[in-house]
């Protein structure tokens, strides 16, 4: 493309780096910033800049948090016994919005990956494994999503696990409430079966 | 949704005011930047700060250029006679690529659009009625979309231009080539009869 302007040229290239942005898209971006009034680009700017350099981690589960301790971590109605192993953020969100657990996460900041050069030392491992060695947990929950790179993540944890003689369980797998089995795949619909649960536990929630 | 960060949740509100952005697709762009290195967040936020802050218009077509007098307007190659009116930069990208236009352009910087409080004084109009006004022009092209905004636009400069007897024209609508006539829209192929032209112009390009 022939931006005709080399200060526009810059910024459909920086914002085209983002995730599942192209130039097209970049470029429709940037000329809606020029049509808003400049304060809302310099905030923008503003609040990438701020968020990057000055944020900040939970010490216990990694989790993006402005204080020390984040506030589940910090609360005193946790179950401090149970521990969710989750990707990001994003998943301690979703989680949370369930209203179904009451433990604490661990925030591994992504998962194993040797193709993107993610190795375990790049995740929090081995914070959690100190974690489950200084005693106070009873069971760590896998919760990543079920890729290949989520179940070696998994595996590779529960092997630094076992010496340690913890509980471990897995986020159930099945059909979606809701959903139709005719339109399920085979793997998950396999997988509901294999890990039926009691009747009278299938009518709660 | 709740971010359990106030850095985090005003970089997100600020990312997903861009338009087709969400709250969900801002966060993943922005957990994107936390996971690259700090230069990447400061050169983006760098970026947009300066194309917002210095950016220039060309002074005779307005369109986006860093030079007082755009490539296009200063290129002693290209027809002062034909002016093309389009909406933005991307309209005169788009244009330039077929390789097929050697005249001048005329960026409106919009479509008049009442809902949206653009009136014909946000928009270029008066500077291309002065340009036509001097004399150099024979012809005016209108190359707005054919959404009611973009009739609109057009009828209302062609009325502006009206006592200055300047040739007007609008860009051809039709089947586009290679298409199927079967799958094409009405309104487009009663157009494309309506405006049916010689055999042998057909033959080009």
Redesign the interface.
């Known amino acids: 493309?022939?931006?005709?302007?080399?200060?526009?040229e810059?910024?459909v290239?920086?914002?085209s780096?983002?995730?599942?942005?192209g130039k097209r898209?970049a470029?429709?971006?940037?000329?809606?910033?020029?049509?808003q009034p400049?304060e809302?680009?310099?905030?923008?700017?503003?609040?990438?800049?701020?968020?990057?350099?000055?944020?900040?981690y939970c010490k216990s589960c990694h989790?993006?948090?402005?204080t020390e301790l984040?506030?589940?971590c910090a609360s005193p109605k946790r179950n401090k016994e149970t521990v969710c192993v989750v990707e990001?953020?994003?998943d301690?969100?979703a989680i949370?919005n369930t209203g179904q657990y009451t433990g604490l996460y661990h925030v591994l900041?992504?998962k194993i990956s040797p193709m993107d050069g993610v190795g375990p030392q790049e995740l929090t491992i081995g914070s959690l494994v100190d974690k489950v060695k200084a005693g106070e947990v009873q069971e760590v929950i896998f919760a990543l999503s079920s890729t290949m790179e989520g179940d070696t993540t998994n595996f590779y944890i529960y092997k630094q696990l076992e010496p340690y003689q913890v509980k471990t369980s897995a986020i159930a797998r099945g059909i979606s409430v809701g959903d139709e089995l005719e339109y399920a795949d085979e793997v998950t619909l396999g997988r509901s079966i294999m890990n039926r649960v009691p009747f009278e536990s299938s009518l709660k929630g």
């Open positions: 493309m022939d931006f005709s302007s080399k200060l526009l810059n910024a290239d920086q914002v780096q983002l995730p599942g942005i898209t470029l429709r971006l940037v000329l809606h910033l020029l049509r400049k809302q680009s310099a905030d923008l700017a503003q609040a990438i800049l701020n968020l990057r350099m000055e944020v900040r989790n993006i948090s402005d984040c506030e589940i990001d953020i994003r301690v969100m949370e900041g992504g």
